[in-house]
């Protein structure tokens, strides 16, 4: 239950961010985009999985710490064993266990980079995501 | 594990890659634990080397079967997402109760006429002829509980490969070749090196027996350990 009210929190934070951050951006010249990164899981995991959680949120948050701030870069963990997970994992069309990256209507999928290298090499996950987030915030 | 991984990183060719995979799909706990409850399932026949290794052999194919006709239905356009997430939703939750139903089954606790299915009250010595149906069946299932990580070896990494082009189609039998190989290898030792203790053991019928109930209680250890690791999230 408790699991189950920190993802529902994490759900919420995650779509009010959505709804907050145009009207943020909107004073700038350029419309800033918006780039989301999800990790898929189910209730069980495994410690790569667990890993791939930790190094992705700790790159995001190491490499964009303004952009968090503002809502413009954002990590997102949900379990789709939670019925409420249904909507944003059909939005983000995503297949199971993933690491997606979403931007508009780009979907770049990381999975693989994430199972390869959180436990063994994460400055190599660090550097994927970089290179993906990089490219959608030009 | 890092080796393994350093070979992926670095593999040219889909068929080294989809072995790796494999390989990497056996080691990792959940595989594991089938793994080494599909030796003591093969390993119940140890009076006949040969069987024993044919078996080894035959629980792979079932793999590869599960894992093909998986890929195939995908490569004809299935919905990846559903079946994807059908199979790393579902396939591990059913694997413990299974396990469990087929170990009472083996220690006739429960009584169900089975095909295939050889229990304790069959005379002993006298082998079912279809038993290696039975261990078919096991590889097929085995092979469809798709735990967290190996979820995403296959999903994510194989499949991707496999349904590129009909000519990757053949990419899950050697997924499965790697998957199996540890079973493999152990079918080999217990033909060909222990072999001979078999032998000795042979005209001993209650050692069988024994070995039998010593499998289905592995079977019920092995879906206890399923059922608490899955639904109870220690």
């Known amino acids: 239950m408790k699991r189950f009210m920190l993802y529902a929190a994490i759900l919420l934070t995650a779509s009010s961010m959505c709804a907050t951050t145009p009207a943020k951006t909107a004073s700038k010249t350029t419309v800033a985009k918006k780039v989301e990164v999800y990790y898929f899981h189910f209730t069980r995991r495994c410690e790569t999985c667990k890993a791939v959680e930790a190094e992705s949120k700790k790159a995001i948050e190491a490499l964009y710490p303004a952009q968090v701030k503002s809502g413009q870069v954002s990590f997102t963990s949900i379990n789709l064993d939670d019925k409420s997970s249904k909507a944003t994992a059909a939005k983000c069309k995503a297949e199971g266990q993933s690491l997606l990256i979403i931007s508009g209507n780009k979907r770049i999928d990381i999975t693989d980079k994430g199972f390869m290298y959180a436990l063994s090499n994460p400055d190599k996950l660090k550097a994927a995501i970089k290179t993906e987030v990089d490219n959608r915030l030009k | ?234």
């Open chain 2, 1 to 234: 594990m890092e080796l393994l991984q350093s070979i992926l990183d670095n593999s040219q060719y889909a068929f080294v890659t989809a072995f790796i995979l494999g390989l990497m799909t056996a080691i990792s706990p959940c595989p594991l634990a089938t793994n080494i409850t599909a030796i003591g399932f093969i390993s119940r026949d140890i009076d006949n080397r040969k069987r024993v290794f044919i078996s080894g052999l035959v629980y792979t194919l079932g793999r590869a079967v599960s894992y093909t006709v998986l890929g195939v239905v995908l490569f004809l356009g299935a919905s990846h997402m559903k079946i994807s997430m059908l199979f790393q939703g579902w396939g591990e939750k059913l694997l413990g109760p299974l396990l469990i139903i087929i170990g009472l089954l083996m220690l006739d606790v429960i009584k169900l006429n089975f095909p295939g299915f050889s229990t304790l009250t069959d005379k002993i010595g006298e082998k079912s002829k279809n038993s290696y149906w039975s261990t078919l069946l096991l590889g097929m299932v085995f092979a469809m509980a798709f735990c967290p990580y190996s979820g995403v070896l296959y999903f994510v990494m194989l499949i991707p490969m496999t349904v590129a082009s009909a000519s990757g189609l053949y990419l899950p039998v050697i997924f499965a070749v790697g998957t199996g190989l540890p079973v493999i290898i152990f079918a080999w030792l217990l033909a060909y090196a222990v072999g001979n203790v078999g032998g000795l053991y042979h005209k001993i019928k209650v050692f069988e027996l024994w070995f039998r109930r010593v499998v289905s209680v592995l079977f019920i250890v092995v879906g206890v350990y399923y059922v608490i690791v899955v639904y109870f999230n220690p």
